[in-house]
């Protein structure tokens, strides 16, 4: 969609509004040599014609549809009267002929913020896709894989929460059972994209069941003179094991022979139950409406049913709660799910905030969660996990989900939940398929643990418990010398936070 010379140069608020982010060269330049076009090359986003010019460089005819007159004619001043450009709605157009190859960088437009005619059309056009809160770009996607012919090729930069998100599972179901994928390369660590709220992997396919057995090349990019060289670290991994993950998750798997085999190991792991068989993780208290929350939320007991509140306090983000310990900031809530339900916005049973549970926050540099005996409330800023029947005890599993080893197989496995910086987004969805080696004697643990919740225990000694409880879990988990090492340089912070800067995961990749 985008190039450096028209899209570029528009006000950030501009761009945001609708979706335009633009695509560095060297990105445009890889995904033609990519996808090999040998025929016609359509762009159904195209803006001022950023992959149309290289495409046309080899002689190709191409065609370009784009809603904004003025990309379109920065477009056609650029590729002249040979090229096919239209002046539209790239959801809708009728193309004169069928592509060989299908490039482009779609709007990247959450639908809560997309005009409410864009909105209707995706979900009247693409009704098993466009569901909940999905973004425009999966449209374009489809839109993109329906103009192909079988065999043709399909080459796009897409925002990496599109391996994730639940809202394009079925787009991704869709996807590995009718096409063969053939490269997802993670490019979110360009210094280009380093300021962006976008982190982008680039995806070529074929139009093609996949064979039996077949691989999709993977790789990491750090520097744009990569992609031209094609020096870039590389992996590969089986699509049929995205098609057997339960949420369809598209994991990338780490480049370095050690975090490949180690990462390999945990998720296979046949020894190990899944978080979800132990844990229900919950959804907290949410707010849906601009003003509500101050209607519920005090500094002090107010109303008939005053609880604590973790996560109440503004701008505070997860302050509350770091690792095996509660910092409340002294907020309270009042509990009234009838006055709740009248405002149209209804509160989770209070049973789930009472007795003991685990408080886990949604946003961090690696997971971070403590156990809380004292009943707080949490805000959607932390999920609850309370212990299902025939659950070890809460504090053994707390010291699982604190262990380094276990922060570092969320970021292989979801580093595209990145929500700025280092930071990942810690969901239940994403934590229940996690592998929990369960300990013939819990004990050692559960006796660690109790001790780093003591919050009079001092620095040191605390550093040096986490170490150890560290080492317990390497243990259980049969972690090499230099596996460990690899997960004390992936997870740089054994204690509390700051965290890592961003990047700071470029570690998995052993650099």
């Known amino acids: 969609m985008p190039s450096l010379r028209y899209d570029a140069s528009?006000?950030?608020?501009?761009?945001?509004?609708?979706?335009?982010?633009?695509?560095?060269?060297?990105?445009?330049?890889?995904?033609?040599?990519?996808?090999?076009?040998?025929?016609?090359?359509?762009?159904?986003?195209?803006?001022?014609?950023?992959?149309?010019?290289?495409?046309?460089?080899?002689?190709?005819?191409?065609?370009?549809?784009?809603?904004?007159?003025?990309?379109?004619?920065?477009?056609?001043?650029?590729?002249?009267?040979?090229?096919?450009?239209?002046?539209?709605?790239?959801?809708?157009?009728?193309?004169?002929?069928?592509?060989?190859?299908?490039?482009?960088?779609?709007?990247?437009?959450?639908?809560?913020?997309?005009?409410?005619?864009?909105?209707?059309?995706?979900?009247?056009?693409?009704?098993?896709?466009?569901?909940?809160?999905?973004?425009?770009?999966?449209?374009?996607l489809k839109a993109g894989l329906d103009a192909l012919p079988p065999g043709g090729r399909l080459g796009y930069i897409l925002p990496n929460k599109f391996l994730v998100a639940e809202y394009a599972r079925a787009l991704r179901e869709e996807l590995l059972a009718e096409t063969t994928l053939e490269e997802v390369i993670d490019v979110s660590d360009l210094p280009t994209f380093r300021d962006a709220a976008v982190y982008p992997v680039l995806l070529v396919l074929r139009k093609t069941p996949p064979p039996s057995g077949h691989r999709v090349r993977t790789g990491v990019v750090t520097d744009l003179a990569q992609l031209d060289d094609g020096t870039f670290p590389r992996a590969e991994v089986r699509q049929a094991a995205w098609a057997a993950d339960a949420r369809r998750i598209w994991w990338l798997p780490p480049t370095d022979p050690t975090a490949r085999v180690l990462t390999d190991r945990l998720m296979d792991d046949p020894t190990a139950v899944r978080l979800g068989d132990v844990l229900d993780v919950r959804w907290?208290?949410?707010?849906?409406?601009?003003?509500?929350?101050?209607?519920?939320?005090?500094?002090?007991?107010?109303?008939?049913?005053?609880?604590?509140?973790?996560?109440?306090?503004?701008?505070?983000?997860?302050?509350?709660?770091?690792?095996?310990?509660?910092?409340?900031?002294?907020?309270?809530?009042?509990?009234?799910?009838?006055?709740?339900?009248?405002?149209?916005?209804?509160?989770?049973?209070?049973?789930l905030f009472e007795g003991e549970k685990l408080v886990i926050a949604q946003n961090a540099r690696r997971l971070q969660a403590t156990l809380d005996r004292d009943g707080f409330a949490c805000k959607d800023t932390f999920l609850v996990a309370r212990a299902r029947p025939s659950a070890p005890p809460l504090p053994?599993?707390?010291?699982?989900?604190?262990?380094?080893?276990?922060?570092?197989?969320?970021?292989v496995r979801c580093k595209a939940t990145h929500v700025g910086g280092a930071y990942l987004h810690y969901l239940g969805c994403y934590l229940d398929a996690l592998p929990l080696r369960l300990a013939a004697d819990p004990a050692p643990f559960v006796?660690?643990?109790?001790?780093?919740?003591?919050?009079?225990?001092?620095?040191?000694?605390?550093?040096?418990?986490?170490?150890?409880?560290?080492?317990?879990?390497?243990?259980?988990?049969?972690?090499?010398?230099?596996?460990?090492?690899?997960?004390?340089?992936?997870?740089?912070?054994?204690?509390?936070?700051?965290?890592?800067?961003?990047?700071?995961?470029?570690?998995?990749?052993?650099?």
């Not at 609708?18 to 025929?39: F, K, N, Q, S």
């Not at 370009?64 to 477009?75: C, F, S, T, W, Y």
């Not at 519920?296 to 609880?307: A, E, Q």
């Open 10 to 140: 528009l006000p950030v608020a501009e761009r945001k509004r609708h979706g335009v982010y633009y695509t560095p060269a060297g990105v445009t330049r890889y995904l033609v040599r990519a996808t090999a076009p040998c025929g016609p090359v359509v762009d159904l986003s195209c803006g001022d014609g950023a992959f149309l010019v290289e495409a046309a460089r080899s002689g190709l005819p191409v065609i370009g549809v784009e809603r904004d007159p003025e990309a379109l004619a920065h477009a056609r001043a650029t590729l002249g009267p040979e090229a096919t450009l239209l002046l539209g709605d790239g959801l809708a157009t009728v193309l004169p002929c069928a592509p060989d190859v299908v490039l482009g960088n779609p709007p990247y437009l959450e639908a809560k913020k997309a005009d409410p005619a864009v909105k209707a059309q995706c979900r009247a056009r693409f009704p098993h896709i466009a569901r909940g809160g999905f973004d425009v770009y999966i449209c374009f």
């Open 284 to 351: 907290t208290i949410s707010f849906h409406r601009a003003g509500l929350r101050d209607a519920f939320i005090f500094p002090t007991p107010t109303g008939d049913f005053p609880m604590r509140l973790l996560g109440g306090k503004r701008f505070h983000g997860n302050a509350d709660v770091g690792r095996y310990r509660t910092a409340w900031s002294g907020w309270w809530i009042d509990y009234d799910p009838d006055r709740a339900r009248a405002a149209g916005n209804a509160l989770p049973p209070r049973a």
């Open 396 to 411: 053994y599993l707390l010291a699982l989900l604190n262990a380094s080893l276990l922060s570092y197989l969320y970021a």
């Open 447 to 511: 006796a660690l643990a109790e001790c780093l919740l003591d919050p009079a225990l001092p620095a040191a000694e605390r550093r040096a418990l986490d170490d150890a409880l560290d080492e317990l879990v390497f243990d259980l988990y049969g972690c090499s010398a230099e596996e460990r090492a690899l997960v004390r340089a992936a997870v740089p912070y054994a204690w509390g936070e700051p965290g890592a800067r961003r990047g700071a995961w470029n570690a998995l990749e052993g650099k």
